[in-house]
T-cell receptor
Framework: AQTVTQSQPEMSVQEAETVTLSCTYD???????LFWYKQPPSRQMILVIR????KQQNATENRFSVNFQKAAKSFSLKISDSQLGDTAMYFC????????????WGLGTSLAVNP | GAVVSQHPSWVICKSGTSVKIECRSL??????MFWYRQFPKQSLMLMAT?????????EQGVEKDKFLINHASLTLSTLTVTSAHPEDSSFYIC???????????FGDGTRLSIL
C-alpha cells in the first residue's frame, strides 16, 4: 500500500528566510503524481505545487519549489523568501496515475512564519 | 478557473437533524468528486468517492446509510448526514478534479456542529 510520511509535525521560520518541508512516500508504481497543499487557518485547501513522476525537472511556482528524488522517494518543498501569509498546515499527497484519483495524504507540517 | 463551491460553510443544528452539504464545480464538469472529513489538527480522511450517475464508493469504516452521497449531475454532489449526533461534528470538505490527470481542487469546507 502507498504511504506518505511527513516527519516534521511543526516548523518555524523567520520572515524572508528559506524553509524546507520534507516528505517521503512509498510506492511500487513507476508513474504517479505528487502534490503539496496548503491549509491556512481559514481551512481552505490550496494547491501549492504538483510534480509528475515521469518528469525529472523539479516543479517550481514562484517562491515554491520542490526537490523530487524519485529513487529516494523523496519530495521536499522549499519556500523561499517566507512571508507571514505562508503560515499554514502543509500537506504532501500522492496519487497513482490512471483512473484511480484517490489521494494518499501525509499527516501535515504546521509551519509558522515569524515576523 | 477550477473553482469548487461548498455550501453551507457553517451549520449548527440539534441532534437527530439531517444536514445536507452541497459541493459544486462552478466552471468545469467533474465526473468524480471526493468527500473528506477532517478532525482538528489532523489530516484529511477520505470518506467516499462520488461518481456522477452512479453509486458512491465508500471507504472502509464509513457508514453509507449515515452519510448519503448523491452525484446527480456533472457539477453537483451532495453529502447528507442523516440523523446527525454530536460525534458527527467535524469539518467536511469536498473536492473535484477537472480531468483524470488533473489535481483535486477543494471547496472551502463545512464546519458541522451538532448540539
Amino acid at each position: 500500500a502507498q504511504t506518505v510520511t511527513q516527519s516534521q509535525p511543526e516548523m518555524s521560520v523567520q520572515e524572508a528566510e528559506t524553509v524546507t518541508l520534507s516528505c517521503t512516500y512509498d510506492t511500487s508504481e513507476s508513474n504517479y503524481y505528487l502534490f503539496w497543499y496548503k491549509q491556512p487557518p481559514s481551512r481552505q485547501m490550496i494547491l501549492v505545487i504538483r510534480q509528475e513522476a515521469y518528469k525529472q525537472q523539479n516543479a517550481t511556482e514562484n517562491r515554491f519549489s520542490v526537490n523530487f528524488q524519485k529513487a529516494a522517494k523523496s519530495f521536499s518543498l522549499k519556500i523561499s523568501d517566507s512571508q507571514l501569509g505562508d503560515t499554514a498546515m502543509y500537506f504532501c499527497a500522492f496519487r497513482n496515475a490512471g483512473n484511480n484519483r484517490k489521494l494518499i495524504w501525509g499527516l501535515g507540517t504546521s509551519l509558522a512564519v515569524n515576523p | 478557473g477550477a473553482v469548487v463551491s461548498q455550501h453551507p460553510s457553517w451549520v449548527i443544528c440539534k441532534s437527530g437533524t439531517s444536514v445536507k452539504i452541497e459541493c459544486r464545480s462552478l466552471d468545469f464538469q467533474a465526473t468524480t468528486m471526493f468527500w473528506y472529513r477532517q478532525f482538528p489538527k489532523q489530516s484529511l480522511m477520505l470518506m467516499a468517492t462520488s461518481n456522477e450517475g452512479s453509486k458512491a464508493t465508500y471507504e472502509q469504516g464509513v457508514e453509507k446509510d449515515k452519510f448519503l452521497i448523491n452525484h446527480a449531475s456533472l457539477t453537483l454532489s451532495t453529502l447528507t448526514v442523516t440523523s446527525a449526533h454530536p460525534e458527527d461534528s467535524s469539518f467536511y470538505i469536498c473536492s473535484a478534479a477537472t480531468g483524470s490527470n488533473q489535481p483535486q481542487h477543494f471547496g472551502d469546507g463545512t464546519r458541522l456542529s451538532i448540539l
